[in-house]
């Protein structure tokens, strides 16, 4: 595992607006339990290339286990815009199952 991060780390030192190898990074980062750097690798391809959808679902799951449920909520809420606008079908649906999940938790 520490030389993935160790090779994605250095492609993105390389090319620091690589989206995809921030995002891949960040997923490694959080199978070691490293949660608040994946958090602001996150945070940084949402800044930087807002279109990635693939990182809105990881970034709000993130801030619902952080406790921070508006920031989460917010997170998918853009998250399903821009997949709606990307025409991403399979991520729209993932997005509102999460923020529908989400909602249901904060009900009860």
């Known amino acids: ?44 391809v949402v800044k930087t290339d807002p279109e990635y959808t693939g990182v809105y679902y990881h970034l709000a799951k993130l801030y619902t286990e952080n406790g921070e449920n508006k920031k989460a909520f917010d997170t998918y809420k853009k998250g399903i815009e821009i997949a709606e606008a990307a025409k991403d079908q399979h991520a729209k649906a993932e997005l509102q199952g999460a923020l529908l999940n989400l909602e249901l938790e904060l009900e009860s």
């Open 1 to 44: 595992m520490t030389s993935n991060i160790s090779k994605l780390a250095s492609r993105i030192k390389e090319n620091p607006g690589d989206s995809f190898s921030k995002f891949a990074l960040a997923l490694e980062l959080l199978k070691t339990g490293e949660r608040n750097k994946a958090l602001l690798l996150f945070e940084n």
